[in-house]
């Protein structure tokens, strides 16, 4: 079956510091690929995606790639934000719209 | 507009108790989904409605009743919960769940429900 494997938080961060949250996934055919984002009290928001391979995602600063060949999903920023502390999930969906979630990292900011 | 809206935001309810949650979407949309998420875990799928029939059922046990009254309501009926079922209930709602490529779910801000 499919899955999604991400890095344990909480990943705690100095304001402008420079961040990467690593996904991996399994799959048994082709997935597209998601970073949905979950701030305090809320529910979720898709934060960025890509549906083939070697496309990037990105959105609000945040970028991820699809790399097939290392079955990878890293989400990446250059200039974190207090603002960007929330949880963040790694997800994959095949055939019929079903998401598949990762653990979830936490993010802390700190000014 | 792009919001799901869930009310209650905050429940808290006795093991006898009958309670419902309530989710409403105005995008058109004709998928809508019942998500549980513990604390510090992934959401995990517990129901999804397409075209106002429920299609998909994660072995969810019978003190959980969804239901879809039409296309832009997604209810949650609730009786003799355990305390185990406390937990943030999400829901969500996309275009369709099938078709050849995935279409984005809008999640609401969630009901917070304690079981006492």
């Known amino acids: 079956g499919n899955s999604v494997t991400q890095m344990e938080g909480p990943v705690t961060l100095s304001e402008e510091a420079f961040l990467t949250i690593n996904c991996t996934y399994t799959a048994t055919g082709y997935p597209s690929l998601f970073w949905y984002v979950q701030y305090p009290g809320e529910g979720l928001q898709l934060l960025l995606k890509?549906?083939?391979?070697?496309d990037k995602g990105s959105n609000k600063g945040f970028e991820a790639t699809y790399r097939k060949e290392t079955t990878s999903f890293h989400l990446e920023k250059g200039s974190v934000q207090v603002s960007d502390s929330a949880v963040y999930f790694c997800?994959?969906?095949?055939?019929?719209?079903?998401?598949?979630f990762g653990g979830g990292t936490r993010l802390m900011v700190k000014p | 507009d792009t919001e799901v809206t869930q009310t209650p935001k905050h429940l808290v309810m006795g093991m006898t108790n009958k309670k419902s949650l309530k989710c409403e979407q105005h995008?058109?949309?004709?998928?809508m989904y019942w998500y549980k998420q513990k604390a510090k875990k992934p959401p995990e799928l517990m129901f999804v409605y397409s075209y106002e029939k429920l299609s998909i059922n994660e072995s969810v046990p019978s003190r959980f009743s969804p239901e879809c009254p039409n296309s832009s309501l997604l209810n949650l009926h609730l009786h003799a919960l355990q305390p185990e079922d406390s937990a943030l209930y999400l829901c969500?709602?996309?275009?369709?769940?099938?078709?050849?490529?995935?279409?984005?779910?809008?999640f609401g801000p969630g009901t917070r429900l304690t079981v006492l």
């Open positions: 997800a994959l969906s095949e055939a019929g719209n079903m998401l598949t």
């Open positions: 890509a549906t083939k391979a070697d």
């Open positions: 995008m058109g949309h004709r998928a």
């Open positions: 969500a709602s996309s275009r369709e769940t099938s078709g050849y490529s995935y279409n984005e779910q809008f």
